[in-house]
C-alpha cells in the first residue's frame, strides 16, 4: 500500500507561482513512475506532467502541451517526494492537482491516462485569479 499526500497549493495571481510538493510512503519510492493531474469542475482529470526512472539515461519527464515550459517536475528519493514547480501561472490552471503513482517491476513508459495509475493521494486545489 503507497500512501500520497500532497501539499502546497493555494490561491496566487496570474503570472504567479506555486510549488506543490507529493510525499510517498513505500521502500522502493524510486522506482515508482509518478504522475500530476488536475481536474477542474465539470472536466474530466487530465494529466500534466509524470516522471520515472530510465536507469543510465536518469529520469523520463514528460509535460501536458498546455503547461510545456511553464511547469516543471522533480523527484527526491531520499525524501520519497515528488514536485511540481508552476510558474506562469494562468486562471486555466485552476483545478484540483492529484499526484499519483504507478508501481511495478518494469515500467516502459510513464503513463499518460488516469487508469494506469496504482495510488492517487487527496488532491490540493490551486486557483488562480485573473
Known amino acids: 500500500q503507497v500512501q500520497l499526500v500532497e501539499s502546497g497549493g493555494g490561491l496566487v495571481q496570474a503570472g504567479g507561482s506555486l510549488r506543490l510538493s507529493c510525499a510517498a510512503s513505500?521502500?522502493?519510492?524510486?522506482?515508482?513512475?509518478m504522475g500530476w493531474f488536475r481536474q477542474a469542475p465539470g472536466k474530466e482529470r487530465e494529466f500534466v506532467a509524470g516522471?520515472?526512472?530510465?536507469?543510465?539515461?536518469?529520469?523520463?519527464?514528460y509535460y501536458a502541451d498546455s503547461v510545456k515550459g511553464r511547469f516543471t517536475i522533480s523527484r527526491d528519493n531520499a525524501k520519497n517526494t515528488v514536485y511540481l514547480q508552476m510558474n506562469s501561472l494562468k486562471a486555466e490552471d485552476t483545478a484540483i492537482y492529484y499526484c499519483?503513482?504507478?508501481?511495478?517491476?518494469?515500467?516502459?513508459?510513464?503513463?499518460?491516462?488516469?487508469?494506469?495509475?496504482?495510488?492517487w493521494g487527496q488532491g490540493t486545489q490551486v486557483t488562480v485569479s485573473s
Open positions: 499519483a503513482a504507478k508501481t511495478g517491476r518494469s515500467i516502459a513508459t510513464i503513463p499518460l491516462s488516469w487508469l494506469e495509475y496504482d495510488y
Open positions: 513505500g521502500r522502493t519510492f524510486s522506482s515508482y513512475a
Open positions: 516522471i520515472k526512472w530510465s536507469g543510465w539515461i536518469g529520469d523520463s519527464i
